[in-house]
Protein backbone atom coordinates (compact mmCIF):
# COMPACT_ATOMS: atom_id res chain seq x y z
CA UNK A 1 0.00 0.00 0.00
CA UNK A 2 2.91 2.43 0.87
CA UNK A 3 4.61 1.82 -2.58
CA UNK A 4 1.41 3.19 -4.49
CA UNK A 5 0.92 6.06 -2.64
CA UNK A 6 4.71 6.47 -3.09
CA UNK A 7 4.23 6.61 -6.81
CA UNK A 8 0.48 8.44 -6.98
CA UNK A 9 3.01 11.59 -5.13
CA UNK A 10 5.35 11.22 -7.76
CA UNK A 11 2.99 11.06 -10.69
CA UNK A 12 1.93 14.45 -8.59
CA UNK A 13 5.19 15.98 -8.88
CA UNK A 14 5.70 15.74 -12.06
CA UNK A 15 2.29 16.87 -13.11
CA UNK A 16 3.41 19.98 -11.45
CA UNK A 17 7.23 19.95 -12.66
CA UNK A 18 5.56 19.98 -16.02
CA UNK A 19 3.10 22.87 -15.39
CA UNK A 20 6.07 25.23 -14.66
CA UNK A 21 8.43 24.16 -17.61
CA UNK A 22 4.81 24.37 -20.13
CA UNK A 23 4.37 27.90 -18.29
CA UNK A 24 8.32 28.94 -19.39
CA UNK A 25 8.56 27.17 -22.97
CA UNK A 26 6.73 27.45 -26.04
CA UNK A 27 5.31 23.71 -26.47
CA UNK A 28 6.61 21.43 -29.70
CA UNK A 29 5.60 18.49 -31.53
CA UNK A 30 8.23 16.21 -29.43
CA UNK A 31 7.57 17.81 -26.04
CA UNK A 32 3.55 16.81 -27.10
CA UNK A 33 4.77 13.30 -27.96
CA UNK A 34 6.65 13.07 -24.40
CA UNK A 35 3.53 14.56 -22.58
CA UNK A 36 1.08 12.05 -24.70
CA UNK A 37 3.71 9.11 -23.70
CA UNK A 38 3.80 10.21 -20.63
CA UNK A 39 -0.02 10.69 -20.05
CA UNK A 40 -0.28 7.05 -21.30
CA UNK A 41 2.32 5.67 -18.94
CA UNK A 42 0.58 7.30 -16.10
CA UNK A 43 -2.98 5.50 -16.66
CA UNK A 44 -0.91 2.29 -17.20
CA UNK A 45 0.76 2.45 -14.27
CA UNK A 46 -2.26 3.14 -12.14
CA UNK A 47 -4.32 0.63 -13.90
CA UNK A 48 -1.54 -2.08 -12.84
CA UNK A 49 -1.62 -0.75 -9.66
CA UNK A 50 -5.54 -1.18 -8.97
CA UNK A 51 -4.65 -4.83 -8.83
CA UNK A 52 -2.65 -4.69 -5.88
CA UNK A 53 -5.05 -2.71 -3.68
CA UNK A 54 -6.75 -4.40 -0.71
CA UNK A 55 -9.96 -6.69 -2.11
CA UNK A 56 -12.37 -9.59 -1.39
CA UNK A 57 -13.82 -11.59 -4.70
CA UNK A 58 -17.50 -11.70 -5.12
CA UNK A 59 -19.06 -15.32 -4.71
CA UNK A 60 -20.76 -15.88 -8.05
CA UNK A 61 -24.08 -17.26 -7.84
CA UNK A 62 -24.50 -19.80 -11.44
CA UNK A 63 -28.02 -20.76 -12.54
CA UNK A 64 -30.09 -18.35 -10.72
CA UNK A 65 -33.49 -17.24 -11.69
CA UNK A 66 -35.28 -15.20 -8.86
CA UNK A 67 -38.45 -14.77 -11.11
CA UNK A 68 -38.37 -18.68 -12.14
CA UNK A 69 -40.16 -21.19 -10.72
CA UNK A 70 -41.09 -21.08 -6.60
CA UNK A 71 -40.98 -24.70 -5.78
CA UNK A 72 -38.13 -24.42 -3.64
CA UNK A 73 -39.59 -21.46 -2.04
CA UNK A 74 -38.78 -22.52 2.02
CA UNK A 75 -41.72 -20.74 3.45
CA UNK A 76 -44.02 -22.58 1.19
CA UNK A 77 -42.39 -25.81 2.40
CA UNK A 78 -42.75 -25.06 5.99
CA UNK A 79 -46.28 -23.67 5.82
CA UNK A 80 -47.64 -27.32 4.11
CA UNK A 81 -45.94 -28.71 7.24
CA UNK A 82 -42.57 -29.88 5.75
CA UNK A 83 -40.51 -27.77 8.24
CA UNK A 84 -38.07 -31.19 8.63
CA UNK A 85 -37.18 -31.74 5.74
CA UNK A 86 -35.97 -28.33 5.22
CA UNK A 87 -31.68 -28.00 4.93
CA UNK A 88 -30.42 -27.28 8.39
CA UNK A 89 -27.72 -25.06 7.31
CA UNK A 90 -30.70 -22.46 6.16
CA UNK A 91 -31.56 -22.61 9.87
CA UNK A 92 -29.32 -19.18 10.68
CA UNK A 93 -30.26 -19.11 14.42
CA UNK A 94 -33.03 -20.73 17.25
CA UNK A 95 -33.97 -19.74 20.50
CA UNK A 96 -36.16 -21.67 23.15
CA UNK A 97 -37.89 -20.35 25.97
CA UNK A 98 -39.82 -21.75 28.68
CA UNK A 99 -43.44 -20.00 28.61
CA UNK A 100 -46.32 -20.68 31.02
CA UNK A 101 -48.89 -18.04 30.11
CA UNK A 102 -51.84 -17.91 28.60
CA UNK A 103 -51.08 -15.44 26.03
CA UNK A 104 -48.49 -14.35 23.62
CA UNK A 105 -48.13 -11.41 21.44
CA UNK A 106 -46.20 -10.69 18.60
CA UNK A 107 -44.50 -7.57 18.16
CA UNK A 108 -42.25 -5.59 15.61
CA UNK A 109 -41.62 -1.98 14.78
CA UNK A 110 -39.48 -3.08 11.56
CA UNK A 111 -39.46 -6.34 10.85
CA UNK A 112 -41.42 -7.06 7.33
CA UNK A 113 -41.17 -10.64 6.30
CA UNK A 114 -43.31 -13.70 6.83
CA UNK A 115 -43.57 -15.32 10.59
CA UNK A 116 -45.19 -19.04 10.43
CA UNK A 117 -46.73 -20.41 13.61
CA UNK A 118 -46.79 -24.32 14.15
CA UNK A 119 -49.06 -25.32 16.79
CA UNK A 120 -48.14 -28.72 18.32
CA UNK A 121 -49.13 -30.98 21.22
CA UNK A 122 -45.16 -31.65 21.86
CA UNK A 123 -44.64 -28.86 24.01
CA UNK A 124 -45.83 -27.86 27.06
CA UNK A 125 -44.80 -24.58 28.91
CA UNK A 126 -42.40 -23.82 25.96
CA UNK A 127 -41.81 -22.02 22.78
CA UNK A 128 -39.17 -22.48 20.05
CA UNK A 129 -38.02 -20.04 17.63
CA UNK A 130 -36.05 -20.54 14.03
CA UNK A 131 -34.87 -18.39 11.79
CA UNK A 132 -34.69 -19.33 8.06
CA UNK A 133 -32.42 -17.47 5.68
CA UNK A 134 -31.83 -18.50 2.59
CA UNK A 135 -29.48 -17.35 -0.19
CA UNK A 136 -28.64 -13.11 -1.03
CA UNK A 137 -27.29 -12.52 -3.91
CA UNK A 138 -26.37 -8.87 -5.36
CA UNK A 139 -27.81 -9.06 -9.27
CA UNK A 140 -25.91 -6.75 -12.18
CA UNK A 141 -27.55 -7.26 -15.67
CA UNK A 142 -27.37 -11.47 -15.43
CA UNK A 143 -24.45 -11.88 -12.73
CA UNK A 144 -25.80 -12.47 -9.20
CA UNK A 145 -22.85 -12.24 -6.42
CA UNK A 146 -23.70 -13.96 -3.40
CA UNK A 147 -23.61 -11.87 -0.32
CA UNK A 148 -25.49 -13.97 2.02
CA UNK A 149 -22.16 -13.90 4.78
CA UNK A 150 -22.66 -9.93 4.84
CA UNK A 151 -26.56 -10.03 5.42
CA UNK A 152 -27.24 -9.82 9.27
CA UNK A 153 -29.53 -11.81 11.00
CA UNK A 154 -32.78 -11.07 12.96
CA UNK A 155 -33.25 -11.55 16.40
CA UNK A 156 -35.88 -12.26 18.76
CA UNK A 157 -36.07 -11.58 22.71
CA UNK A 158 -39.10 -13.40 24.83
CA UNK A 159 -40.06 -10.11 27.88
CA UNK A 160 -43.19 -10.71 29.85
CA UNK A 161 -45.50 -11.88 27.57
CA UNK A 162 -44.27 -10.41 24.19
CA UNK A 163 -42.28 -12.22 21.73
CA UNK A 164 -40.14 -8.78 20.04
CA UNK A 165 -38.49 -9.78 16.29
CA UNK A 166 -35.28 -7.32 16.70
CA UNK A 167 -33.95 -5.75 13.92
CA UNK A 168 -29.60 -5.54 13.87
CA UNK A 169 -28.44 -2.35 15.06
CA UNK A 170 -26.27 -1.16 12.01
CA UNK A 171 -27.01 -1.42 8.23
CA UNK A 172 -23.97 -2.98 6.19
CA UNK A 173 -22.83 -1.45 2.88
CA UNK A 174 -21.62 -3.28 0.50
CA UNK A 175 -19.81 -1.74 -1.78
CA UNK A 176 -19.05 -3.29 -5.48
CA UNK A 177 -15.79 -1.82 -7.36
CA UNK A 178 -17.04 -2.61 -11.05
CA UNK A 179 -20.30 -0.33 -10.32
CA UNK A 180 -17.68 2.52 -9.73
CA UNK A 181 -14.62 2.23 -12.10
CA UNK A 182 -11.21 4.75 -11.15
CA UNK A 183 -10.23 7.09 -13.37
CA UNK A 184 -7.57 5.76 -15.11
CA UNK A 185 -9.50 2.65 -15.77
CA UNK A 186 -12.00 5.24 -16.83
CA UNK A 187 -9.93 6.49 -19.39
CA UNK A 188 -8.81 3.30 -20.92
CA UNK A 189 -12.16 1.29 -21.73
CA UNK A 190 -14.86 4.27 -20.75
CA UNK A 191 -17.56 4.38 -18.86
CA UNK A 192 -18.94 1.48 -16.90
CA UNK A 193 -21.46 -0.99 -19.05
CA UNK A 194 -22.83 -3.20 -16.11
CA UNK A 195 -25.72 -0.81 -15.55
CA UNK A 196 -27.39 -0.44 -11.87
CA UNK A 197 -27.25 -3.24 -9.28
CA UNK A 198 -30.49 -4.69 -7.30
CA UNK A 199 -30.98 -7.00 -4.90
CA UNK A 200 -32.51 -10.58 -5.03
CA UNK A 201 -33.45 -12.93 -2.06
CA UNK A 202 -34.39 -16.46 -1.03
CA UNK A 203 -36.84 -17.50 1.86
CA UNK A 204 -36.30 -15.09 4.74
CA UNK A 205 -38.88 -16.16 7.66
CA UNK A 206 -39.46 -16.88 11.42
CA UNK A 207 -40.70 -20.53 11.97
CA UNK A 208 -42.31 -20.57 15.82
CA UNK A 209 -43.59 -23.78 17.29
CA UNK A 210 -46.27 -23.08 20.24
CA UNK A 211 -48.36 -25.43 22.46
CA UNK A 212 -51.29 -26.50 20.86
CA UNK A 213 -53.26 -24.09 23.29
CA UNK A 214 -51.54 -20.86 23.08
CA UNK A 215 -53.09 -17.54 22.52
CA UNK A 216 -51.42 -15.48 19.50
CA UNK A 217 -52.03 -12.08 19.24
CA UNK A 218 -50.01 -9.70 16.44
CA UNK A 219 -50.05 -6.00 14.91
CA UNK A 220 -51.41 -5.73 11.73
CA UNK A 221 -48.43 -4.78 10.67
CA UNK A 222 -46.96 -8.24 10.68
CA UNK A 223 -47.46 -10.59 8.10
CA UNK A 224 -47.97 -13.94 10.02
CA UNK A 225 -49.82 -17.28 9.03
CA UNK A 226 -49.94 -20.79 10.62
CA UNK A 227 -48.98 -24.22 9.36
CA UNK A 228 -50.62 -26.84 7.55
CA UNK A 229 -50.53 -29.62 9.64
Not at 52 to 77: Q, R, V, W
Not at 169 to 188: D, R, S, T, V, Y
Request: aromatic letters at 14%.
Amino acid sequence: MGAILSIILIIIFWFIAMNKRLTQKSLTTKKLKLIFIGYISILILGTVSAFFLPSSEANMMEGLDPSGDMTDNLFMKAEQGEFSSIDKQRIADSWEYSYTGEKLTLSSDSYEEGILIERTDELKEAIEVFYIKDWQALGVNAAYMDVSEYTPDMGVELISDTLEFVSPEEEIIIELAFNELGFPMKQMIGESQFGNGYSSSGSRFFYIRVPEDLQIEFSEYLYVDYVNN
